[in-house]
Structures are given as structure tokens and as C-alpha cells.
């Protein structure tokens, strides 16, 4: 241990007691260091502008501020790489552009643009913090599902070659103007209308600028093709394209796939071993967020969008698919809606008090607008499982209604580390830090070295936890001390400062290959 500290302390600009002084813009001292995929020690993290300038035990610092973290846990700012915050990060009140319940757990670092819905044209997004500066870093994806809308439209059909071509090209110019990767959400229409091919067309454009390929499976359950043909057809996707895959928020959803795990972990390995880059990321909840319609409606019946799909409401197959699918969900009692009229409701109930049965009171909901709906449909064994997997990130996909987006971090912390102890803090932190950052090749980011941007979180191992519940979806963490983005302190003494210190991660494609 002391050795490794010295090492950390002789590094570049590093200084300890017996050499000159650092000069520096602020310093965090005496707290435990988990530095992001190596060994924790006590010590001191320098910092002038963006940038970590010493790290090691005893340091001989002279700061403008200091920061006093002895009995803290000191760790890289956490790494989020599937959140729905599109709308936040764009939003026109500058204190939304904070993602304060983000902060407050850790979060450093942010990726939006999952499931498929990531915009076709990134430049303005990323382009946006000039004028709108926001509070955590991000990177955006190309989303699928936005360019094959752009080109095909709702219709349950393959892409004509010219459509295929203008796909690619939508695929490549999001890539130049620096999108990380290519998403997709296989599960929602249009994007579930698309064959594997279409789909490896344009990951293959995406790995052959450095991209990476994010995917909501086509199936976490067994709605049409199953869990195990879905994760196969995502190793698929990345053999052919040779790109680096991420399953999202990976899971065994529902009644018919609860103990899973062990044989989709099985399928994950084998393709690793075949020297495919194939990781996931996961959420420490036993519920789901998505959609009333995406839960419940038989995907046929989605063809067309919207208006379509209404005209069908009254055709009996999509009664009897929907009955299917909330067994699926385990039940009436398993879907809490979580917005409009009956928020804070479950379906059982809103059948009970409207004097109807659960399928007459989700048509009912469905006709007058979709509503996100939070899921029970996971077994605990299968999260521990999962998380378990030197390849699982942490992650939040952060949405509407679901406690995920406030309490994520914090509670993987609490609950699966301290509490049942199935991760160390070790794998909690380089699981949510450093190997998130090496897999999507974010440079300087994810571990607290010399000349890394300083992302630091520090927080109280003994009260850091989310406060965050199903019936109370937005109460923020707790125990989160200190936050530091880019050099800057976003949260001081367990309180956001107001500092929008974010920035837009550009991925930059090789050379050449964005040239006309």
C-alpha cells in the first residue's frame, strides 16, 4: 500500500512532505482515496483549474481552498452511461441544466441519446452549453430510432436501398459531428420493425469511426423473439460490425424469465472469450420504468404510430395481447402509473375504483395519452447476478416517475454494498468510474491520476444512500459531501452550489474518416 502511494506521489506534478510544494486551486485532504481500478489508501487530492496536479498520502499543498474529507471515501466522479436527462441538459432553466439529483449522488459524467432516441443532428446539442452551461459533463449517442423515423417513417417495413443509404449517412455525419456510438431500442416501434441487418448496417458505420454499439435488447422478456435470442442478436450485431456492444440496463423482465441470469451471464462470457468487447449496464432496482403502451400493447398494433395503433384499440387481438403482456408484468398489481390523473396508482386500482377490469382501465388510460408506468417484474437474485459481472456498469436510465433518476448511485452504495454486501466498495466505485470510462474511451476522465480532469465525488460512507422511493420518486441522496466538476465545486457541505461546470464530450472519429 505505501508503495503504491509513492508511486502516486512521485507522479509528474505529485509532491509529498519531503518535496517542494504544490501550489494549487484547491485540495481535498485526508480522505480514503479509491483512485478508479486501483488499491484505496489515505491521502490528499491537489487540484489547479480542470485539472488533478497531485495525489498521495501527506501532501505538501499550498491552496486558495481546502477541503476537509478525513473520514470521507474519495472516489472519481461517477459515470452515468444510460440517463434520459436530454431534456434536462436543454432545458431553458438554468437550474434544471444542474441535474442537482444527479450531483447530489455523484454523478460527474452523463450520457443521454439511449434507447434509440438519441437526435440525428448532435452538433447544436453539444454546441449548446456555450450559451447554456449545464452541471455534469455528457456525450451524447446517434439514436436509431430518430434516423430511421427520418428516413422511413412509423411503417413496419424494410428500408429500400435508398433509404438504407440515407440511414448510413444520417449514422456518419452524427458521428463526425460527435456523437459517441450508435443506440438502439429494439423493443419500441418503429425501431422493433427493422431485421438485424439493417441494424448491423449501421453500427458497422459507427465502429468504423471508434463508436460503440448501446442497445436496448429487442426482447428482455419473452414478448416476441425471447431474452436469449435477443442477447445473441446484440453479439451478432457487434461480430459483424466489429464494434464494442453495451446490453442497457440488462435484466430477466418477468414472470417467465425470473432466474435467467446464470444462462444469459453464460451467452455474455462465451462472447467475451471469443474476444468480443461486450459489457452491459444495470440499474439496482427490482422495477422498470417504460410506457403503458410499450408494457402492455402488442407490438402489431403498433404500426403506423399513434393514430393507427388508436384506430385498433377495438379489434379483440389487441385485448388478448394485452392480457398476455400484463401476465407477463406479473399482474394488475405489478404496473404503478406514474404521471397524469392517476398517478401514484396501480392499474388493479384504477380498475377497482373505475368498476372495470385491468385491461378495459389500460385501454381507458391509453386512449386519453400514454403514461410512463413503473414495473415490478424483477427477481433480486437475477439484480445480484448481473451486478456481480466484472463487465456490469452502473447505471441509472433515468426517466420520468421512476426513483432511478434521483437515487441510483446512492443506493447501489447502500443497499448492495453495505447493506447485502454483494459488491466491495471497490467494484462499486470502479464500476461506476473507471471501467465505464475505459469501455466508451473517455480520455482523462474516470480515475483521480495526475493531468485527469478533476471529476471527484466524496461522500460519508456511513450516510450516503438514496432517500428516493416508488410512492416518492424525488427525494435526492443523502451523504454526498462534495462534488467537484472539472475544478470546480458543484456541491459544497452536501448542498448544490450552482456551479454549471459540465462540459460536451466530443468523440473524435479517426482521422480521414469524415473527409468528403
Not at 509529498?16 to 479509491?34: F, N, S
Not at 474529507?69 to 444542474?98: K, N, Q, Y
Not at 447485502?420 to 471497490?426: H, K, M
Amino acid at each position: 500500500m505505501r508503495h503504491i502511494s509513492l508511486l502516486l506521489c512521485t507522479a509528474l506534478l505529485s509532491s509529498c512532505a519531503t518535496l517542494t510544494p504544490v501550489e494549487a486551486d484547491l485540495l481535498i485532504a485526508g480522505g480514503t482515496i479509491y483512485p478508479g481500478n486501483g488499491d484505496p489508501f489515505v491521502g490528499d487530492v491537489a487540484i489547479r483549474g480542470e485539472r488533478i496536479v497531485a495525489v498521495g498520502p501527506a501532501l505538501r499543498v499550498a491552496a486558495s481552498r481546502t477541503i476537509d474529507a478525513r473520514g470521507m471515501i474519495v472516489s472519481p466522479g461517477f459515470i452515468d452511461p444510460h440517463t434520459h436527462m436530454d431534456t434536462w441538459l436543454t432545458s431553458e432553466d438554468p437550474r434544471r441544466r444542474l441535474v442537482e439529483p444527479f450531483l447530489l449522488q455523484g454523478v460527474t459524467t452523463a450520457f443521454i441519446g439511449n434507447d434509440g432516441n438519441g437526435a440525428t443532428r448532435v452538433k447544436p446539442i453539444l454546441d449548446g452549453v456555450e450559451a447554456k452551461p449545464v452541471g455534469v459533463n455528457f456525450a451524447t449517442f446517434v439514436g436509431f430510432g430518430s434516423v430511421r423515423k427520418e428516413a422511413i417513417g412509423n411503417d413496419r417495413r424494410p428500408p429500400t436501398d435508398y433509404e438504407l443509404s440515407q440511414q448510413r449517412t444520417l449514422v456518419r455525419d452524427a458521428m463526425c459531428e460527435g456523437a459517441i456510438g450508435l443506440s438502439t431500442g429494439l423493443f419500441y416501434a418503429p425501431q422493433s420493425f427493422a431485421e438485424t441487418d439493417e441494424v448491423v448496417e449501421l453500427a458497422r458505420v459507427a465502429g468504423g469511426m471508434n463508436g460503440v454499439y448501446d442497445t436496448h435488447l429487442r426482447d428482455e422478456a419473452n414478448y416476441t423473439i425471447g431474452l436469449p435470442a435477443a442477447v445473441d442478436e446484440a453479439i451478432a450485431i457487434a461480430r459483424s460490425a466489429q464494434i464494442p456492444v453495451q446490453i442497457s440496463h440488462i435484466k430477466a423482465l418477468g414472470v417467465d424469465l425470473h432466474g435467467s441470469a446464470p444462462a444469459i451471464i453464460a451467452r455474455i462470457e462465451a462472447a467475451r472469450a471469443e474476444g468480443l468487447d461486450v459489457t452491459a449496464s444495470q440499474y439496482p432496482w427490482e422495477a422498470s420504468g417504460t410506457s403503458m403502451v410499450a408494457s402492455l400493447m402488442p407490438l402489431w398494433a403498433l404500426d403506423g404510430g399513434r393514430p393507427a395503433m388508436l384506430a385498433r384499440l377495438d379489434d379483440p387481438r389487441v385485448r388478448e395481447g394485452m392480457t398476455e403482456n400484463l401476465r407477463r408484468r406479473g399482474g394488475a398489481g405489478s404496473l404503478l402509473v406514474a404521471e397524469g390523473r392517476w398517478k401514484g396508482k396501480r392499474l388493479q386500482q384504477i380498475a377497482d375504483e373505475t368498476g372495470t377490469d385491468p385491461v378495459s382501465a389500460a385501454l381507458a388510460v391509453i386512449r386519453s395519452g400514454d403514461v410512463s408506468v413503473v414495473s415490478f417484474n424483477m427477481a433480486e437474485a437475477d439484480i445480484a447476478a448481473f451486478m456481480r459481472q466484472p463487465w456490469t456498469m452502473t447505471g441509472s436510465d433515468a426517466s420520468a416517475g421512476h426513483p432511478r433518476s434521483f437515487g441510483s448511485f446512492a443506493r447501489k452504495y447502500a443497499v448492495y454494498v453495505k447493506e447485502r454486501q454483494v459488491l466491495s466498495l471497490r467494484e462499486f466505485i470502479d464500476r461506476s468510474t473507471a471501467i465505464t470510462a475505459d469501455f466508451f474511451g473517455i480520455r482523462d476522465r474516470g480515475r483521480l491520476t495526475v493531468g485527469s480532469f478533476a471529476d471527484i465525488a466524496v461522500f460519508d460512507p456511513e450516510t450516503y444512500a438514496a432517500r428516493a422511493t416508488y410512492e416518492q420518486p424525488e427525494l435526492t441522496a443523502t451523504g454526498m459531501r462534495a462534488v467537484i466538476v472539472n475544478g470546480r465545486v458543484a456541491v459544497a457541505d452536501g448542498a448544490p452550489s450552482g456551479e454549471a461546470a459540465g462540459k460536451a464530450l466530443r468523440h473524435t472519429p479517426p482521422p480521414g474518416s469524415c473527409s468528403p
